[in-house]
């Protein structure tokens, strides 16, 4: 079984940029596609942005596009996420994702989650 633990959240101010990591454990996750989701206090949890198993497709969440930047290492076994001119309308706690299927913008598709980091822009 895959596990995920993400890492990079902190406080930074807007304009700037953070680089999220997502490392996996237990198994290889070059089988899995995988994203990153966002969840804002009182809000759902909200796509960020996918990318498939070998990492020759991705998908950002309009409210990211020309913003965000999902890569992924499968010899590191680690999926990035790089975040620039952030927003306060960011903060939020980013969770990583895998599924052995294709990856979609819904969380229901996502069988596997990491505990979350926190990411905080302040204006």
């Known amino acids: 079984q895959v596990h995920l633990v993400e890492s990079g959240g902190r406080l930074v101010q807007a304009g700037g940029s953070l680089r999220l990591f997502c490392a996996a454990g237990g198994r290889t996750i070059r089988n899995y596609d995988m994203a990153w989701f966002r969840q804002a206090p009182g809000k759902e949890r909200e796509f960020v942005a996918a990318?498939?198993?070998?990492?020759?497709?991705?998908s950002l969440a309009d409210s990211v596009k020309g913003r965000f930047t999902i890569s992924r290492d499968n010899l590191k076994n680690t999926v990035g996420l790089q975040m620039n001119n952030l927003k306060p309308e960011d903060t939020a706690v980013y969770f990583c994702?895998?599924?052995?299927?294709?990856?979609?913008?819904?969380?229901?598709?996502?069988?596997?989650w990491g505990q979350g980091t926190q990411v905080t822009v302040s204006a």
């Open positions: 990318i498939n198993y070998s990492g020759s497709s991705t």
């Open positions: 994702a895998a599924t052995p299927g294709s990856y979609s913008d819904y969380a229901d598709s996502y069988s596997i």
